[in-house]
């Protein structure tokens, strides 16, 4: 994990010497947690030609670039809370399978304990791919869990985190539950406010569309609580 806050760090700084003109070709390195980093361009043998100077194209799209760019608050703020997001999420995750073990062990000591709940966290869309723009203040967040997301599970998670949130960082943040988009909204208290969407979903979704043509399929009932597909 911390290896990945390291990653991520290193991304973050490539991206702002970037903006300030350090990286003319794009930040050398192998890509980050937030999408393709762009590679260095290969050198060639020998001395390196001279560049050649900057033509109109390129100085319009230079200054159509910047006023695209998000500003170095809005990055700083993005990063703060998808990380504070994610740290929050792996201790409800923690809470929530010792909260079950000990309810497992004390109905039947004997009897094998099941997995985690809630197994991991995925950045989606323009956050995963590294496409940010000025301005864009909602990123997304999947969370992936074991069985088929239902309405007590995420009434469950909801309540949760704000619990946890208080552990890791002293700022307010407001928790919404919103039970027709399968989500939890997060929401930052303090300029520039930012929003997390953190939709629940599990791989027994993808799994049964590849099962269509398995009879047993159809005789897996789902939860009556269960969370809306799409």
Same mark, same amino acid.
């Given at each position: ?7 991520? &760090? ?34 060639? &043998? ?29 990055? &700083? ?35 094998? =304990? ?24 909602? =990123? ?54 930012? &929003? ?29 609580? =269960?969370?809306?597909?799409?």
């Amino acid at each position: 994990y911390w290896r990945r806050m390291e990653e991520e &760090q290193h991304h973050w700084d490539d991206r702002r010497r970037v903006s300030d003109g350090g990286y003319p070709h794009g930040p050398p390195g192998p890509p980050g947690l937030l999408g393709v980093r762009p590679g260095m361009p290969p050198q060639p &043998q020998g001395p390196s030609p001279l560049r050649r100077p900057d033509s109109s194209d390129d100085r319009y799209v230079m200054t159509k670039h910047a006023t695209i760019y998000p500003t170095e608050e809005e990055l &700083q703020a993005v990063q703060k809370i998808v990380s504070l997001t994610e740290r929050a999420l792996k201790l409800v995750s923690d809470s929530m399978a010792d909260q079950d073990k000990c309810k497992k062990e004390s109905d039947d000591k004997k009897e094998l =304990v099941k997995e985690r709940a809630l197994k991991g966290v995925l950045r989606v869309g323009v956050l995963a791919k590294g496409l940010l723009l000025r301005g864009d203040r909602n =990123v997304s967040l999947v969370l992936l869990c074991a069985e088929k997301p239902t309405r007590t599970l995420l009434s469950r998670i909801a309540e949760n985190l704000p619990k946890q949130l208080a552990v890791i960082s002293p700022e307010k943040y407001e928790v919404i539950c919103s039970l027709q988009d399968a989500a939890i909204v997060l929401n930052s208290c303090v300029e520039p406010k930012m &929003q997390v969407t953190i939709t629940l979903t599990s791989p027994v979704m993808r799994e049964e569309n590849m099962r269509d043509g398995d009879v047993t399929s159809g005789m897996v009932k789902d939860p009556p609580d =269960v969370l809306d597909r799409q």
